[in-house]
């Protein structure tokens, strides 16, 4: 699915929250947009009966993203580099083995987990993360996001970890 349009890699809440937003098929257009297998696992595995449930229809998140698989020499070589590692959850844990395993500068990351944003940037990808709301703001959608997709939460994350390290 190689294509000229950025590519964008996104975790599962992000999916998610794109669907909230409703600006999925904007950002289809504008990004090649990629995940890891562990993370569309988990788009199907949501509670349909929680209030708070969003809609996602995976059979086309399937047809509109490339869906890595993970090897467990990624998964080990990202957990030797990064102490916050373990304590992600599978989907994050994946999709950011699996970015550090390829060549990071060709590359934008989303995800709003605190947890994620430390492990990318112990995993040498903090100048690949950028927040949905950048995302939508390159698609020409004026969102509601959730705090934790917006810059101001990534900056402040990002900044705490490059004075710790």
Partial sequence: ?????PVLYLDTCAIIEAHRVGCWRQMVTRYELHTVAECRDELRSGNARDSEYIVVDVDQVERDMVIHGLSV??????????????VLDAGERDLLAWCAAQAPTAMIITTG???????ACELGLRE????????????????????HYRRAWLAEICTTCALEF
């Fill in 73 to 86: 020499e990624q998964r080990i070589a990202a957990g030797v580099k990064s102490a916050s590692f373990g």
């Fill in 1 to 5: 699915m190689s294509t000229n349009r």
């Fill in 113 to 119: 987990d605190r947890a994620a944003i430390v492990a």
């Fill in 128 to 147: 690949n993360l950028q927040p949905l709301e950048e995302v939508t703001i390159a698609i020409g959608v004026h969102a509601d996001l959730k705090k």
